[in-house]
């Protein structure tokens, strides 16, 4: 799994974003990203607060310890998520 690194306060992931989609999910994981789907357009950081949306409910943590490193404004980001281990990612997650 090249789209998780664990860190010594969480993870982070490598994120390919489709936004417009008909719901907000997590699609499944290619060797290089995890797949999401976001209801929210791509505009004015609708996705990327969609994006932390999901991840703090599936996950279970608050929004402010989703942190979107890089692509704020492409479909592939890394997002760092504070106080989450790699196990704990891959426990949550049915792929």
Request: aromatic fraction near 4%.
């Amino acid at each position: 799994m090249n789209w998780l690194l664990s860190t010594k306060d969480g993870c982070i992931l490598v994120v390919k974003a489709t936004p417009r989609a008909s719901k907000s999910e997590i699609a499944g994981a290619d060797p290089e990203w995890l797949r999401v789907r976001l209801q929210a357009p791509p505009v004015d950081g609708k996705a990327n607060a969609a994006l932390a949306a999901l991840f703090a409910k599936t996950f279970g943590i608050p929004k402010r310890s989703v942190e979107i490193l890089t692509g704020d404004t492409s479909r592939l980001k890394r997002v760092k998520l504070h106080g989450v281990t790699a196990e704990t990612v891959t426990s949550h997650l049915t792929l």
